[in-house]
């Protein structure tokens, strides 16, 4: 399974974008790029999930270029209830991604 | 339906003693998976279920671990001769596969101390 790397943490001031990067050098052909976030003393939470280009729901939104060695999150606009760990997770949508142990994450803090 | 249950939410137990955690997935979900989740780490992957089989188990789950998910439905998570190493957050998810989003869905997760 391909191996991610991310920033271990970000701070950012309320009302900004935010954009984390993970880098996936090794991502396999049917390999999605999937992320989660994660509260403290709660379960990780889906957010967004794609394979190429751009991807948006209501949360955020996922750029893949077209080598997709990379990706980004963006969030928009944050707010202090963003502040969280998002982990960023590479495997194929056939569950694959989800057999994988998470790495560190990226420690979001949000400032007001 | 409510999402995924983990029960207990909350365990201590002394070192030696066995402990059993249960999972109820999201009803129509046929895959369950474990995680162990320790103080600022990801959660570790341990085992998946793909309805009443157990199809894959990580290389670091201890012969002292053992899951279950006998008809297809909840899931049980067994450790026995529990050790101070074993304290963690323990993370039940489920998903349906295939579906056009493999989305996976946690519970709280069980949280053990091991005194």
């Not at chain 1, 280009?53 to 893949?64: D, H, Q, R």
């Not at chain 2, 279920?49 to 670091?60: D, I």
Request: proline share 5%.
């Amino acid at each position: 399974l391909a191996k991610t790397t991310q920033p271990i943490s970000m701070d950012s001031y309320e009302g900004q974008e935010v954009n984390i990067t993970c880098s996936h050098n090794n991502i396999a052909t049917n390999d999605y790029i999937t992320w989660y976030q994660q509260f403290p003393s709660q379960g990780p939470r889906f957010i967004i999930q794609g394979y190429k280009t751009k991807v948006t729901n209501e949360v955020a939104s996922l750029f893949i270029p077209a080598d997709r060695k990379s990706s980004t999150l963006s969030l928009p606009r944050v707010s202090l209830s963003d502040t969280a760990v998002y982990y960023c997770l590479v495997g194929d949508n056939g569950g694959g991604y989800q057999k994988v142990t998470f790495g560190i994450g990226t420690k979001l803090q949000v400032i007001p | 339906d409510t999402g995924v249950s983990q029960d207990p939410r909350h365990k201590i137990t002394k070192r030696g003693q066995n402990v059993t955690f249960r999972c109820d997935p999201i009803s129509e979900h046929n895959r369950l998976y474990w995680y162990r989740q320790t103080l600022g780490q990801g959660p570790e992957f341990l085992t998946y279920f793909q309805n009443e089989a157990q199809l894959e188990k990580s290389r670091l789950l201890s012969d002292r671990f053992s899951a279950e998910r006998p008809k297809g439905s909840f899931s049980t998570l067994e450790i026995q001769r529990t050790e101070q190493g074993d304290s963690a957050m323990y993370l039940c998810a489920s998903s349906l596969v295939p579906s056009l989003n493999t989305e996976a869905f946690f519970g709280q997760g069980t949280r053990l101390t091991v005194v």
